[in-house]
């Protein structure tokens, strides 16, 4: 028998991703695409989900920290790349060095960056990010002005080269939601007050996968796609993802550790939750919530032995949980458990485990955990 790395894989499909970023690009019609990476891409694996997302057509890189951005170029990825979260004391000389694009959302953070700058004796490339109603990370836009004014010196100086405009939507993900429309009105207020100050930007950018694959009037010259790049729909609403073109990235699978035959009234799992009605064999899949399962879905959780849908029982361990195979079951330990992955897999969907647990696609790809090794296939990242 062939030796596995371990009782689980999660395996990712480099070419599906690539595909998803090429169908993204049509979508997005003259606009670029920058594929969001962050999070150890959405859980997929951070270079490797990098490398197959410009193979399949995107120009520019996207991640939320400093030390994401840097790991990128450590692995001799040379793309645009933006970083946009960042707080006050942290490196920023490294970063400018190393080429990366600065997301900036503060009179502060501007200050920083251009001092970053002079200690590196090079231009730091800045986008502005604006808050037009989101909330949460972004400039207010009553700020807006008093860093135009400090940016002119800056630029006239050659420490800050504004190339970017930016901001993120609140409710793309629910298509004709008025504050779409809203902050889109706000952004194109914010651009031209930039425009004196920076008349050729190079990108203006606000739409993430929802507006992206909904919203055209959002797409402007970049599009900033992430969950949909990994072939997942960013909400339940917009649909499931071979309605929107896109294919599963990841396929989260484990094998059987073991199986039991019990009687009626056996207690299964800490607590003993679930109680079997009826004889039956129990299946051990060796994935638990220091795995990414959520213990939400204990007693709910779906998978696929053989191609057929079995539930977990009893609560979700850290290292496992226990699913009801059924009274007929001819599962044997070994056998491969399918927990999510692409129609072609045979089992569950991301989305269906989101809609299980009452969360999203994005937290439970991104929630798998270090434990689980990750196997690539496909030429996507070679490129
Ligand atoms: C994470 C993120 C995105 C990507 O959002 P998706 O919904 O995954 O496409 C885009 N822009 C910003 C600022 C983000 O933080």
Redesign the pocket.
Known sequence: MPSRVGPSCARVDLDALAANVATLRLVAGRAQVLT?V?ADGYGHGMVQAARAALAGGATWL?V?QLGEALTLRGAGVSAPLLA?LFTPGEDLVAPVRADIDLGVSSLVALGEVAAAARAAGRTARVHLKLDTGLSRNGLPLAQLDEVLRALGPLQAEGAVALVGAFS?LACADQPGHASIAAQHREFAAALAAIEPVAPALEVRHLA???ATLTAPQTHYDLV?????AYGIS?ASALGRPEDLGLTPVMTLTARLASVKDVPAGTGVSYGHTYITPAPTRLGLVPLGYGDGIPRAASGIGPVAVGGRRHHIVGRVCMDQVVIDLGPQSRAAPGDEVVVFGPPAAGGPSVQDWAECVGTIG?EIVTRIGARVPREYVGVGGQA
């Open positions: 969001v962050k996207g939320a946009w993120h993430n996968s929802a900033r796609v992430g969950i949909a960013p994005y």
